[in-house]
């Protein structure tokens, strides 16, 4: 894909050592470590190497982080996403079949120097923590990551949860006005059918796969840092356990959160008017284990390459939406990746 070397080349690799951290305790948990080795000649390197490494693990962490963010360009800018938003708004109240449709914006940013991808993790991770924070990186200075609310499925033995995340408000400077945010975003008549769309369709992939399906009565309001979503739990039992993973990936993905619905009918809209590729963004990633899989929706997201960096949100379309409002609410999703980058500056 133009604009995303190296990243779609098949990869599978075991790590060296794998530490685990309870964060709520604050303390190690399992220290693991991994070594194939081709003579005896080499346990010794090996063993240094590993001394190394776990003697870093009890330091603080030193994160060099550049400096000097130079500037920004939308793509669409803010009248043609007006544009597109209005013509697909008329779609949607048109079209006997067409549901709800997700638009996507990138936003270019670029800094004087390359920066390292793990200090911008790091400061997504300070930024917004209750989050899933994932980052693909394949070279020094190149990486795709994450700071998402939506957890796509996770699945231990044969249970499976999934998240319908939907609407979205932002967070409000005081207790009163966020708590105004939050009732607004409850009783709008347009997020209830956009997060419905996303509950139903959710319901009924899982519906495929698992002997019964249930999920939360009402939905609730999840609450993150910048922003703030309709959000109601689904889970299920599975029939079966073979070929499991790839399973739920082809059944479940993509969500209308990503693309809308019906998906070829979204896709169409959205291939019409986007005038970017998506790369990753909102695909899937995520860990495999034998008896887990956890996959993670890949929304606010960013791709970075050397000093470039474009940062992807997306919002969900339907019948009712205002372009302005959904131009709002890019902005505010833009600001949990954008507002952490732009603290390089300061440091």
Known sequence: VENWPGFYKAQYWVPRLVWTYNTQAQKSVALQAWVWLESEAQRGEQLAWFGQAVSALSGPA????????????????????????????????????????????RFDVQFQ?????????????????????????????????????????????ASVIMDAIAGT?????????????????????????????????????????????EHDPEYSVLKQHYVQHLYQRIWGTLRGLTGVNRQLIETVFPTPAVAGQPLDHALGVIEAREAFSRGLYGGVLGCITPTTSDYVVGIRALHQQGASVSIYTGSGLVSGSNPEHEWQEHETKMATVLAPLASFDAL
């Open 62 to 105: 030193v994160v060099k982080r550049s400096v000097c963010m130079t500037g920004g360009q939308a793509c669409p800018n803010h009248a043609e996403f007006i544009h597109h938003v209005q013509a697909i708004s008329q779609q949607l109240v048109t079209s006997d079949s067409l549901e709800k449709v997700v638009l996507a914006r």
């Open 169 to 213: 408000r932002p967070r409000g400077d005081t207790p009163e006005r966020d708590e105004q945010w939050a009732n607004a975003l409850i009783h709008d008549a347009k997020d209830q059918r956009e997060h419905a769309v996303v509950l139903q369709y959710n319901i009924d992939r899982l519906n495929q796969l698992c002997t019964h399906v």
């Open 113 to 157: 120097t390359s920066i390292e991808p793990m200090a911008v993790l790091q400061c997504l991770r300070e930024s917004e923590p209750d989050a899933h924070h994932i980052c693909w990186q394949i070279a020094s200075d190149t990486a795709f990551m994450v700071v998402s609310p939506e957890r796509l499925v996770y699945r231990k033995g």
